[in-house]
């Protein structure tokens, strides 16, 4: 069974920064490509930044510049890094991560999902 735990949500001000971590455990073969996505309030789900074994990167538009996501592929973690963090930045905030024996044979597991309210 495998499972990703998600933390470092919360409350902040404009302007100010979260990390938000997700750890992979379980049977997981190796972990491919990792990210975030979000859901704000009566709006679909949007990627906001992925990353692959190889530490390629790619980011929402809306976030690039301010967000930094990285990984430590020894412990299966992804992280983001959010600073300059705005209004607009308020959603459940979820990880993901294409787990599997071959780059070509993965399933995609979904975190629980994590709150962040950027809020004055």
């Known amino acids: 069974q495998v499972q990703l735990v998600e933390s470092g949500g919360g409350l902040v001000q404009p302007g100010g920064s979260l990390r938000l971590s997700c750890a992979a455990s379980g049977s997981i073969f190796s972990a491919y490509t990792m990210g975030w996505y979000r859901q704000a309030p009566g709006k679909q789900r949007e990627l906001v930044a992925g990353?692959?074994?190889?530490?390629?990167?790619n980011y929402a538009d809306s976030v690039k510049g301010r967000f930094t996501i990285s990984r430590e592929n020894a412990k299966n973690t992804v992280f983001l890094q959010m600073n300059s963090l705005k209004p607009e930045d308020t959603a459940v905030h979820y990880c993901?991560?294409?787990?599997?024996?071959?780059?070509?044979?993965?399933?995609?597991?979904w975190g629980q999902g994590t709150q962040v309210t950027v809020s004055s």
């Open positions: 990353i692959t074994s190889d530490d390629s990167t």
């Open positions: 993901y991560a294409n787990l599997g024996p071959r780059p070509y044979s993965t399933r995609r597991y």
